[in-house]
């Protein structure tokens, strides 16, 4: 399976970690808050049998739809790299995604964490933001400086894949033209800056960006997130126009 990566929406460019991780925790939280009034926080109602043993549970007000978490260790070892690229210091690699958690100030004007793609394989593309990081350093030379790095990242969900424009933007894929077969025959603007992405196409022309593994099977494309200026991608007849 491919290695996952982190690909920085705003520049285009892509983190990959050195080994897969063993394992990886997805939860979801709900969207709840302690209910308060004028007068402070609300205490929770008379004990049943549960409260009479655990104490009174808080009063709830539903906010939002929730959120969804995902945890997962990854590894970065600089001996793993050829000698031509290899830095002294493995913080050179993991900085890029320590990065992603400073509040920066975005292209719309906004303040916050900068939004990137969490990639694995063709079963995980999500959207996300990185909420949290914690690095745990080994393999130091005698002068301090540490070689291979675990980097623990709690990554949340974010929903911008459904509402960005879906063709817009350097790297995205023009309108294209039908073929005899009702095909539809898209390609990545020739001057792109930015690698394509299927997820937009399938946005976009199926109505529904989680089809991108349907494009990607149609168009026997490895990477969903790295169309190259001028490559064509090719959308059947039941695909739904915008």
Request: proline content about 6%; hydrophobic content about 40%.
């Amino acid at each position: 399976m491919e290695r996952v990566a982190f690909l920085i929406e705003r520049t285009g460019r892509r983190v990959s970690c050195h080994l897969n991780p063993e394992d990886l925790v997805v939860r979801r939280v709900a969207g709840l808050a302690q209910r308060r009034r004028g007068a402070g926080f609300l205490a929770g109602g008379e004990g049943d049998r549960l409260g009479a043993v655990t104490g009174r549970d808080d009063a709830l007000l539903a906010t939002g739809g929730g959120r969804t978490e995902l945890d997962v260790s990854v590894l970065f070892d600089v001996d793993l790299l050829e000698p031509s690229v290899r830095p002294a210091d493995v913080r050179t690699l993991t900085g890029p995604l320590w990065d992603l958690c400073e509040n920066a100030r975005q292209p719309d004007g906004s303040y916050g964490p900068t939004p990137a793609r969490f990639i694995w394989g063709k079963a995980w593309n999500v959207p996300v933001v990185v909420a949290a990081a914690a690095e745990r350093l080994e393999r130091f030379t005698a002068t301090g400086v540490p070689r291979r790095s675990w980097l623990r990242l709690t990554l949340v969900r974010t929903d911008r894949g459904a509402e960005e424009p879906a063709l817009a933007g350097a790297g995205g894929v023009g309108e294209g033209d039908v073929d005899a077969e009702g095909v539809r025959v898209l390609e990545v603007a020739s001057g792109a800056e930015v690698p394509g992405r299927l997820d937009v196409v399938a946005a976009a022309w199926l109505g529904d960006a989680g089809r991108w593994r349907e494009l990607a099977e149609y168009n026997g494309i490895d990477d969903p997130n790295a169309l190259g200026p001028g490559q064509v991608v090719r959308v059947p007849p039941q695909g739904t126009q915008r």
